[in-house]
């Protein structure tokens, strides 16, 4: 699994710069990023002997959280980012929970015709347990979307998403998640769009474990009102 992760890397990146390079000569690429420090903590509320109630803190954890990412436009509709993350949490009592973070994205976004639109999103990720081996995982993502404008009122989107997660100490923890979903806007008026949503998912564990596979479906309705 990480030389297949360290391949599509460098594979990514060198399709997405070159494009980048032969294309993108009329756009200007951005570069943004942001970095976040701060805390969480977790109480539970406790009953006393005399009906009071008192709040005791159970847990805290620092985080560090940076983002660095690149945008290149390579036409009016065409575009490419890369996006990296690490992203530390440490916890105060739960040593085990403590972890590193680093995720890698790639996505691609091109217009078909004046309806179609597509959309390719790639997500790598390594997180790291200090003190939990048995939790730390490779996890590599795959998202395509596909969204197609019938008419003014009526627009579709198809998604497909395949996860491989791969546990480095654990074997029988590895599995695969599959998603595919399907969306429809109409706007019934220019201030109300009516949204609706049909998505199967399904996890199974690639090895012989006591996890037991899941299975899903969901089926979806909501709106958008501009007051």
């Known amino acids: 699994m990480k030389r297949i992760l360290n391949f599509l890397l460098i594979l990514v990146i060198n399709i997405l710069l070159f494009s980048g390079i ?3 000569k009329e756009y200007r690429p951005v570069l943004s990023g942001s970095f976040n ?9 406790l ?21 660095l990412k690149y945008k290149q436009k390579l036409s009016t509709t065409d575009y490419y980012y890369l996006k990296g993350q690490y992203y530390k949490k440490r ?25 179609l639109r597509n959309r390719w999103l790639l997500t790598l ?7 939990n081996e048995n939790s730390t995982y490779q996890m590599l993502r795959l998202n395509y979307q596909l969204d197609y404008k019938y008419n ?4 579709y989107s198809l998604v497909l998403q395949r996860q ?17 979903s399907v969306n429809w806007d109409y706007q019934i008026r220019e201030d109300f769009t009516l949204n609706s949503k049909i998505q199967f998912n399904r996890e199974v564990y690639k090895n012989l474990s006591e996890r037991t596979n899941k299975y899903g479906r969901q089926f979806g309705v909501g709106f958008s009102w501009e007051l």
């Open 91 to 115: 916890y105060e009592e739960r040593g085990n929970y403590n972890n590193i973070n680093f995720d890698l994205q790639g996505n691609y976004t091109y217009q078909l015709s004046n309806k």
């Open 22 to 24: 032969i294309i993108a």
């Open 37 to 45: 420090v701060g805390d969480k903590r977790y109480d539970e509320i």
């Open 125 to 131: 990720r390594d997180k790291e347990y200090q003190e």
């Open 47 to 67: 009953l006393e002997e005399d009906d009071s109630l008192t709040e005791e803190i159970v847990d805290r954890y620092n985080y560090e959280k940076f983002w």
């Open 152 to 155: 003014q009122k009526n627009k």
């Open 164 to 180: 491989l997660e791969d546990y480095l100490n654990d074997s029988s923890k590895d599995n695969i998640y599959d998603r595919i």
